[in-house]
């Protein structure tokens, strides 16, 4: 379990939370540098994909903001993870579609996977279907 710290707002490239989550396994914690506080992360590449059960902690960056650019959804957990998030604020998702297409304008939590949400906002962010976030579910 390694602490992986996002140095930029940049949307990739190194020290981006984007890059973060990409190379971040099962069990790691994503914090955020201290020069960030007050500062958003703009999403222009899309949405970010978790693909492992991470911890997303914004502890000691103040008013730290992931921003949609109300273009995409922010933030999509696959099946079977956890995921923690503390102290983070997300706005400005957005996502459009049918069916899951258009699923959770913040975050869309897939198949059995676990989202714990502690001290964060949720803003401005919009779905054709759940609004700021869904679990969505598989028909057995």
Do not use: C, H, P
């Not at 506080?37 to 911890?55: D, E, H, R, W, Y």
């Not at 869309?108 to 054709?128: G, I």
Request: glycine letters at 12%.
């Amino acid at each position: 379990m390694a602490t992986i710290t996002v140095t930029t707002t940049a949307d990739s490239g190194s020290g981006s939370l984007r890059e973060a989550i990409s190379k971040a396994q099962s069990g790691d914690t994503i914090k955020f540098s201290s020069n960030l506080a007050n500062q958003k992360i703009t999403l222009t590449g899309g949405q970010l994909t978790v693909k492992q059960s991470i911890t997303l902690d914004g502890s000691g960056v103040s008013n730290l903001t992931i921003n949609g650019n109300s273009s995409t959804r922010i933030l999509a957990v696959e099946k079977f993870l956890n995921v923690n998030i503390k102290n983070l604020n997300f706005t400005n998702g957005r996502i459009t579609g049918a069916g899951g297409a258009g699923e959770g304008g913040a975050i869309q939590v897939r198949d059995y996977s676990t989202l714990t949400v502690e001290n964060s906002k949720f803003t401005n962010n919009s779905a054709s279907r759940g609004g700021q976030f869904v679990l969505a579910m598989a028909a057995d």
